[in-house]
Antibody, heavy 128, light 106 residues
Framework: QVQLVESGGGVVQPGRSLRLSCAASGFTFSSYGMHWVRQAPGKGLEWVAVIWYDGSNKYYADSVKGRFTISRDNSKNTLYLQMNSLRAEDTAVYYC?????????????????????WGQGTLVTVSS | DIQMTQSPSSLSASVGDRVTITCRASQSISSYLNWYQQKPGKAPKLLIYAASSLQSGVPSRFSGSGSGTDFTLTISSLQPEDFATYYCQQSYSTPAFGQGTRLEIK
């Protein structure tokens, strides 16, 4: 079955870095765009970043632009989020999610910007 | 940026009730509107995409409607497992979510 499993969360001091991973299985990872979405404790959902199926395009929320980098390794079926210069307001559960679009050798709808499925999430706490 | 506003923020209802949640966009988003359900401690789950398309495996008591700026999520007959928080999300431009509607048992 389709599965996304995040890892790499933890407690980190302000200004430090952390890299999250999202291992995908049960589908052709290289055919789908992938997103990161976060949720601060007790708060709503905030979209963070997206990467196209082939890594050719990446987009970020203004709140993380210049500090976070999304990437992927299609040979390892893994999505990453490199988070630098972390701030207290980055404290959240970080989810990876598959985009609703799909690209094959014959047709391509690269991004639909809806999210299904989601991983279980990994908690990042930025605190001194 | 497009802002999404849900109403109400919280709602109490009983099993068997018909419930409607509203989502309004700050500008027209055509039908680029999606709905998610989130239970405590769990990841969100996609219910409806493109305003009215039911995601595979989602019970038919869930339905979505609307276009432009005004959208609704309707649960025709509440079941015990439906008590959760619901989010709308626009996919017209940079993705953005509503603030959520918490559906509680009356």
């Amino acid at each position: 079955q389709v599965q996304l499993v995040e890892s790499g969360g933890g407690v980190v001091q302000p200004g430090r870095s952390l890299r999250l991973s999202c291992a995908a299985s049960g589908f052709t990872f290289s055919s789908y765009g992938m997103h990161w979405v976060r949720q601060a404790p007790g708060k709503g959902l905030e979209w963070v970043a997206v990467i196209w199926y082939d890594g050719s395009n990446k987009y970020y929320a203004d709140s993380v632009k210049g500090r976070f980098t999304i990437s992927r390794d299609n040979s390892k079926n893994t999505l990453y989020l490199q988070m630098n210069s972390l701030r207290a307001e980055d404290t959240a559960v970080y989810y990876c999610a598959r985009d609703g679009g799909y690209c094959s050798s014959t047709s391509c709808s690269p991004l639909q910007n809806w999210f299904d499925p989601w991983g279980q999430g990994t908690l990042v706490t930025v605190s001194s | 940026d497009i802002q999404m506003t849900q109403s109400p923020s919280s709602l109490s209802a009983s099993v068997g009730d018909r419930v409607t949640i509203t989502c309004r966009a700050s500008q027209s988003i055509s039908s680029y509107l999606n709905w998610y359900q989130q239970k405590p401690g769990k990841a969100p789950k996609l219910l409806i995409y493109a305003a009215s398309s039911l995601q595979s495996g989602v019970p038919s008591r869930f339905s979505g409607s609307g276009s432009g700026t005004d959208f609704t999520l309707t649960i025709s007959s509440l079941q015990p497992e439906d008590f959760a928080t619901y989010y709308c999300q626009q996919s017209y431009s940079t993705p953005a979510f509503g603030q959520g509607t918490r559906l509680e048992i009356k």
